[in-house]
């Protein structure tokens, strides 16, 4: 496939030598073919036949594949592009007729069998038709190789796009979750020290730990998942020194993290998402619940948090599919895993996120 997929910007060795060996194939095939049936197996003069004809071929080909093509093929007006190009193989076709007919028929070809079949059809005869079929069938080869190399160009630089814009979507995602995660940690931090209280140290050590994600294994397509889930216990252990008593947590990890793979970032987020949104300033209770699961066949991740009551009403109806965070999730979920990852957000009374990947 990828002899047929592979395209060129400029025209190199390698592209002008298939060009080549595409046209000789054709040449060495209408030589013997023609030499078979008429000459007995006398090739040469077909050859010659041939080269005559092979500008008809090439003019047609040409035109139609770097001009046609990038003219309507980008604005989809397929139907106009095929009528034009029908027209110019048939136009084509009676150039091909009269050049055969009133030339080289007539100067260059000297086999009895031949001659005497010319004898008998006048110019404008049904001969027109395969001569047609004949610049139809070459045209529409290269056509066809040069559509499939277009719909690879097309596959690949939207797949470009998408990544580039995952990737410029993380990097603010990755300064969006920084500053106020930041900010409240260097306060712990700051109380703890005038506290002189030891976890100071532990805080210190996380800290550092996840800013090192943050800065570089974030920048990787997939990272291990048990990276990934020292940075999210990181991550809660942190905010805990945040909440204190204020916010229940629960965080369970089951199962053997193996070799498995995942996009960084894509958990962290979800949890900061439930800090974000699951505490408030009232004096009720909150919590968040947290689980992973690591199957031999699947990759289970389940997010809950209570909402506060003066916030219910607020967030009804928006949260689920809004904020960069979340659709930056599910978009990098949908380039890497395809069919084989389940997202689930709901919001009632709680908040909810199931997340089921396929090893």
């Not at 395209?7 to 194939?25: F, K, M, P, Q």
């Not at 979507?169 to 005038?194: A, G």
Request: charged letters at 25%; aromatic letters at 16%.
């Amino acid at each position: 496939m990828r002899l047929f997929s592979k395209t060129y910007d400029t025209w190199n060795l390698e592209r002008i030598s298939r060009h080549l060996a595409y046209w000789l194939g054709w040449l060495v095939f209408y030589a013997v073919v023609n030499g078979n049936s008429y000459d007995e197996g006398n090739y040469g003069v077909w050859v010659i036949f041939e080269l005559c004809i092979l500008p008809i071929k090439l003019f047609l080909t040409y035109f139609i594949i770097y001009f046609l093509v990038p003219k309507y093929a980008p604005k989809k007006q397929y139907t106009k592009l095929a009528v034009i190009a029908l027209c110019l193989i048939i136009a084509g076709g009676f150039l091909f007729r009269a050049v055969d007919y009133y030339y080289i028929s007539r100067y260059l070809i000297h086999s009895e069998a031949f001659i005497k079949k010319l004898k008998y059809q006048n110019y404008l005869s049904f001969t027109i038709a395969y001569k047609v079929l004949d610049l139809l069938f070459v045209v529409s080869l290269v056509g066809v190789i040069k559509f499939v190399q277009q719909q690879f160009k097309y596959e690949r630089e939207t797949k470009a796009l998408i990544r580039q814009k995952l990737e410029t979507e993380l990097k603010f995602l990755k300064h969006q979750l920084q500053p106020h995660f930041l900010f409240n940690t260097l306060n712990n931090l700051y109380s703890l020290i005038l506290t002189k209280d030891h976890k100071a140290g532990e805080v210190v050590l996380r800290f550092s730990e996840m800013m090192d994600y943050m800065l570089y294994d974030s920048n990787d397509r997939t990272v291990p998942l048990k990276k990934e889930l020292e940075q999210l216990n990181n991550f809660i252990e942190l905010e805990k020194l945040r909440y204190g008593d204020e916010l229940e947590i629960s965080y369970q990890v089951k199962g053997d993290t193996g070799t498995v793979m995942i996009p960084p970032f894509i958990l962290v987020s979800f949890a900061e998402n439930a800090f974000k949104h699951g505490t408030g300033d009232s004096m009720e209770k909150s919590w968040i619940r947290i689980e992973v699961d690591i199957q031999h066949d699947a990759f289970l991740f389940k997010c809950e948090n209570s909402i506060p009551e003066k916030a219910v009403e607020k967030q009804k109806n928006n949260r689920v599919n809004s904020g960069i965070g979340l659709s930056n999730v599910r978009k990098r979920l949908e380039l890497i895993y395809g069919p084989r990852y389940e997202l689930q957000l709901s919001q009632k009374d709680t908040y909810y996120v199931a997340l089921t990947i396929k090893m």
